[in-house]
Every structure is written in structure tokens, then in C-alpha cells.
């Protein structure tokens, strides 16, 4: 019924910049807050940002100054720019977000598919 679709990822050098976008579709009546997450090989999947359908944000100490959330209510989209990429930042970046079911009114999580992300020269 609902499908988060990421987009964005690829290969960049260390200092480079990329933008991840993700886009919900579906039987959507409303998007409560959205985030990134990450997950490197060996490493458990950590929160990256968050940001709340008022577009408050959070995150995480590590992309603090470097790392933009953003949204467009209108696209049902996230947004995540991340400038002065290290190797650190390297792994598979996933979207989450609250929907409420134009259908049924549920609640529920939804995850995007991921997309690679890698820094190096």
C-alpha cells in the first residue's frame, strides 16, 4: 500500500557532497516524522536524522554541522544533503517513515529499500 523509494547514492571522495531524496507513495492520508538511517557491513543500522512533520530536527552527533534533513510535505519526500563526506560515512543509508493509511487510518513504519553510499578516493 505504501512504498518509500530512495534515491542519490553513489561514489564520492572524501570532502565531496551527495543528496539522498525519498519519496513515499501509496494510500498515504498522512506522514508523521521522517528519517535516514544508516547501516555499515558489520555495524548495526544507527539513526542519522530525524525530522517531524512540524520539521523539527535531530541528529546524530557524528553528522552534526555536516549532515542536512529537510522535507517536502507537498512531494511526500525527504531530503538528506551531507556535505564534508568522510569514509566514516560509507554504508547503506535507508528513509523511514510514520504514514497514516488514507484507508484504514493505521499507523504504521515504513523503510525505503536503501541506498549505497561510498566515500573514498
Known amino acids: 500500500q505504501v512504498q518509500l523509494v530512495e534515491s542519490g547514492g553513489g561514489l564520492v571522495q572524501p570532502g565531496g557532497s551527495l543528496r539522498l531524496s525519498c519519496a513515499a507513495s501509496?494510500?498515504?492520508?498522512?506522514?508523521?516524522?521522517m528519517g535516514w538511517y544508516r547501516q555499515a557491513p558489520g555495524k548495526q543500522r544507527e539513526l542519522v536524522a530525524t525530522?517531524?512533520?512540524?520539521?523539527?530536527?535531530n541528529y546524530a552527533d557524528s553528522v552534526k554541522g555536516r549532515f542536512t534533513i529537510s522535507r517536502d510535505n507537498a512531494k511526500n519526500t525527504v531530503y538528506l544533503q551531507m556535505n564534508s563526506l568522510k569514509p566514516e560515512d560509507a554504508a547503506v543509508y535507508y528513509c523511514?517513515?510514520?504514514?497514516?493509511?488514507?484507508?484504514?487510518?493505521?499507523?504504521?513504519?515504513?523503510w525505503g529499500q536503501g541506498t549505497q553510499v561510498t566515500v573514498s578516493s
Open positions: 523511514k517513515a510514520g504514514i497514516f493509511l488514507r484507508t484504514s487510518l493505521s499507523f504504521s513504519d515504513y
Open positions: 501509496g494510500s498515504i492520508y498522512r506522514i508523521a516524522a
Open positions: 525530522i517531524t512533520s512540524g520539521d523539527s530536527t
